[in-house]
């Protein structure tokens, strides 16, 4: 093309005569991302937005907030690479700076500003984002494969005598923090709660700012707990960095982990057993031994990648980019589907990957995903334990009959109901030596408080098992 997506400084697009919008806002009309047609057919609605505004439209968030999403694979590289003229330091944000924004806005508890390597860019970035590397590079991926393996096992153990299972509710929403807190530091036990509170708070609503100050209070106290006792795990690490993290600093970073880490791969297993179950063309090429796991991992995360849509960046001066008038502190939304899907480097969205990793499912530049190889970690040792374990795996409802739970961000695939041939339930298996002691940490009283619910339904929930306790979370809610 010969028209730069960015053009800077340029002052106005607009025809001699027209009338402008209001001085750093998207034009009026907006399309919510949060209307039921857009959850319901995300894709649809990016497509039509493509159609009418090119590379980046003018969007509405829940709430009424403005932003722009970004719809071409070629924007979302520029965005994602270039934090001189797009931050991600939300406090630029102007709608938050001119007090549009309420404290307890569930868009705050994804976007706002916190002292984390999320929210910086340049050097403080660098710095945060050495030690979350360092430390997340500690763990040895073959070890980590070996923690699926284990927990993968004692998940198919629990169903292998029924005959049938449903793979989201009774794997896909287990194994990712189960491997998670284990590496974080946490027991086992915190599981089912730490998983309502992430879906409670992605979902949006009322209750999203309680669900946020529950994952704080857990983590803090485990922040806390490892200053006194380090152990082997992800917060000592970061309690221990040379770069002097703060107790805020390290309980900031083992959210991102754990809120985003859970988020992106327990999507990304349900979907890539949907690709398996579903599609012949890959179910064959697995059988047949010319296409890997990971590859159809890779193809996934280019089809259906796990967060659709990543919160955000800010301009950080008035601009002209791919065609539209974009001021200083406008929000900014990586539309990672959508570019993904752009015809400009997919003419033919049908035509297999073949592992490329070129994709935006991870985002791209300064900031792109510090633990995508331990989600692929999960998702194909997880899924290959699976696909061995039980080899006559079939869905047991058409694929139209499959439904999602959606919000703005990502939507998640509600039940995935399979069958297979009946085995018997394997001995007890001995439990592996824990390299580290897990903590069981007790949240802050103010944010017990703030989702006491919420904690008691997880409460009388466990009383059944950790297993049983998650199940509920997963219905399809209408």
Not at 348 to 375: K, V, W, Y
């Amino acid at each position: 093309m010969s028209t730069p997506i960015f053009e800077p400084g340029a002052e106005s697009g607009a025809e001699p005569g027209a009338v402008s919008p209001p001085p750093g806002s998207p034009p009026p009309g907006l399309t919510a991302l949060s209307d039921p047609d857009a959850l319901h057919d995300p894709r649809s609605v990016y497509e039509k937005l493509r159609a009418e505004h090119g590379g980046i439209a003018p969007v509405e968030l829940e709430g009424g907030v403005p932003a722009w999403l970004v719809l071409g694979y070629r924007e979302n590289m520029e965005v994602a690479r270039t934090p001189s003229r797009f931050t991600r330091d939300a406090r630029l944000w102007r709608d938050w700076k001119e007090g549009r924004i309420p404290a307890d806005d569930p868009l705050l508890q994804l976007i706002g500003w916190r002292p984390d390597l999320v929210s910086f860019d340049g050097e403080e970035h660098r710095r945060l984002r050495a030690a979350v590397n360092e430390c997340l590079t500690r763990f040895d991926l073959h070890g980590t494969r070996r923690h699926v393996q284990r927990y993968a096992n004692q998940l198919i153990d629990g169903f292998v005598e029924d005959g049938g299972a449903d793979l989201v509710t009774q794997f896909a929403a287990h194994l990712p923090m189960l491997v998670l807190s284990r590496l974080v530091g946490l027991s086992e036990g915190h599981g089912p709660k730490l998983v309502e509170a992430i879906i409670g708070m992605l979902s949006g609503g009322e209750e999203a700012y309680g669900h946020n100050q529950y994952i704080i209070g857990v983590l803090r106290s485990l922040t806390e707990e490892r200053r006194r006792a380090p152990a082997y795990d992800l917060a000592s690490w970061f309690t221990q960095h040379p770069s002097g993290l703060t107790d805020d600093e390290v309980l900031n970073h083992l959210r991102v982990v754990i809120v985003l880490g859970y988020e992106a791969t327990a999507n990304l297993v349900s979907n890539t057993l949907r690709m398996v179950l579903t599609d012949p063309r890959f179910r064959a090429s697995l059988t047949g031994g010319l296409m890997t796991l990971p590859d159809a991992v890779e193809q996934m995360l280019w089809d259906d990648p796990p967060l659709m849509v990543c919160p955000a960046r800010f301009a950080t001066h008035d601009m002209r980019f791919a065609g539209k008038e974009i001021r200083e502190g406008d929000m900014l939304l990586l539309g990672l589907a959508a570019g993904n899907a752009d015809p400009e480097i997919r003419p033919d969205p049908g035509t297999p990957m073949r592992g490329n990793r070129s994709h935006l499912a991870f985002s791209r530049g300064p900031h792109e995903c510090s633990g995508q190889e331990i989600a692929r970690a999960i998702t194909d040792t997880g899924v290959d334990v699976l696909l061995n374990r039980l080899p006559d795996l079939h869905l047991t409802v058409p694929e139209d009959q499959l439904t999602w739970t959606a919000s703005t961000w990502s939507r998640h695939l509600d039940a995935l109901p399979v069958s297979f041939t009946r085995q018997r339930r394997p001995a007890p298996r001995s439990a592996a030596p824990a390299a580290y002691t897990p903590v069981e940490p007790t949240a802050a009283k103010d944010a017990l408080a703030a989702v006491a619910e919420a904690d008691a339904r997880a409460e009388a929930n466990t009383r059944g098992g950790f297993w049983a306790s998650l199940v509920g979370l997963f219905r399809p809610r209408r």
